[in-house]
């Protein structure tokens, strides 16, 4: 999908569109294209209960959901978007970046990222620390 500010956003609250669309008004160029609400991970086993016409979608909303993966010239990144940069963000971040790593092996560069509107103490040297880059909006 073409990166640019969209009216909604898939699977974004209101908060995390905010930030999403302050990041594009500051950084109109930095993604050739992304992908919205990618989903991720194996999802719960629902296989003990009775199949019937919601059984798939049961197991699809159980699956890990990345709020945006921006794709560049050599890179992916795997993009939380949170209020506030918290462990709690970095460690989704981190997460969800190794599950898309897992369902994409030979994508390439692929590296976490927290898009946020407020770096709390001690995050960046975190973030930092284990590699997870982290973007003001």
Known sequence: MEFKKLIKYPHLGPEDAAIWAR???????????????????????????????????????????IDVVGFRQGEILVIELKPA???????????????????NPSAGRILPAVITDQILPDMENIAEKNGVLIFQA
Do not use: C, H, M
């Open 23 to 65: 990041f594009i008004d500051k950084n109109p160029n930095f993604f050739k294209s992304v992908e919205y609400d990618v989903k991720v991970g194996q999802g719960r086993d629902y296989s003990s209960l009775p199949k019937n016409q919601y059984s798939e979608d049961l197991k699809n909303l159980s699956l890990k959901r």
């Open 85 to 103: 940069a918290t462990l709690a963000a970095i460690g989704e971040a981190i997460g969800y970046t190794q599950l898309f790593k897992e369902a």
